[in-house]
């Protein structure tokens, strides 16, 4: 967004629905009353409903839910991420949106978010049903110094984020399911996928794609997927504006990628943990040679699977379909 027009929102925020003069804004700003005038106009066009009364000032009535790359900075409180935000009403996917724009070298923190997908990925080339409005269809470009074998502990990382937003952002309780389901009432709701160019010992960009179902009635799902997926309206009865939710979850991952650059692995581990669904239980692991049950007994520190038998201990697990 326009700085001014950041600062200008800024400011009226900081008043909440109080009357702001336009001479104290006109002097904060270092712009004329009749610039504010104009920027004010601007902000209605993005859905904004914004009061002027005379020798009173203005004052934020109602701030919109409409994704745009306007409202999506508007009070979004981070230092890096998403400070470039590209919003598309459609697009096939998000992910081949952020892969393009990376190979642009479009900078470390560059979010893609897209009202609707038409050809939504989702993982193990499965599709990710992306209905027009209903949820959260996001990509993340991050260009981190790391090696790529510890890239999985991004996802893991991205799914603590998505939880905390959920967590704080509504009533529902989400649990993350190994590696990367977030489940509501044993439900899917989110999913998480991370693709990236590397080579051998460097990683060129990783592209974080977070699908998040928000507010989708049954119906809008296929029916394949009636007894599988949920959505955070389903769950908890109330309709969720996109906006905040997307600015909670970018916060979170920032704070949360900034912890890991600086601390490691540990602490995200100790949150995903905390979120876990099933820890503690008996699960049945489907690996390329081997179907087994064992206790899912955590994380490590890589971000593998712990699975503890009887005859072999704890293992770690890469790679495997996991039935709970
Ligand atoms: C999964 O299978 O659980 C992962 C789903 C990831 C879906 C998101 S939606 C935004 C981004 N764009 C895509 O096409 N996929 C990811």
Known sequence: MEPTRNRLIDLLETYDHEYVSGQFLSEKLNISRSAIWKHMKELEKDGYFIEGVRRKGYRIVKSPDKVSENTLHWGLKTNWLGK?????TTATSTQYVAHDAARENAEHGTVI?????????????????????????????????????????????TATALANAIAEGTTAT??????????????????????????????????????????????????????????????????????????Q?????????????????????????????????KIRIRT????FEAIFSG??????????????????????????
């Open 84 to 88: 470039n935000m590209i919003h598309k």
């Open 113 to 157: 978010v897209a009202d609707e997908q038409t050809k939504g990925k989702g993982r193990m080339a499965r599709v990710w049903h992306s209905t027009k409005h209903k949820g959260i269809w996001m990509s993340i470009i991050l260009r981190p110094p790391i090696l790529p074998a510890a890239a999985t502990q991004l996802t893991l990382l």
């Open 174 to 247: 989400p649990a993350i399911k190994w590696p990367n389901d977030i489940m509501i009432n044993d439900k899917k709701t989110a999913g998480i996928l991370t693709e990236m160019q590397a080579e051998q010992d460097r990683i060129h960009y990783v592209i974080v794609g977070i699908g998040l179902n928000v507010n989708h009635t049954r119906i809008e799902f296929p029916e394949g997927l009636h007894q599988k997926a949920t959505s955070i309206k389903l769950e908890t009865g109330i309709e969720h504006p996109t906006v905040p939710l997307i600015q």
């Open 249 to 281: 979850i970018l916060q979170y991952f920032e704070h949360a990628y900034d912890q890991y650059m600086t601390a490691g692995f540990s602490p995200i581990k100790t949150k995903w943990e905390s979120y876990g669904y099933k820890i503690g239980e």
């Open 288 to 291: 390329k040679h081997n179907v």
């Open 299 to 324: 994380v490590a520190e890589d971000g593998a699977l712990l699975a503890e038998t009887e005859a072999e201990g704890v293992q770690k697990i890469y790679s495997a379909e996991v039935e709970w």
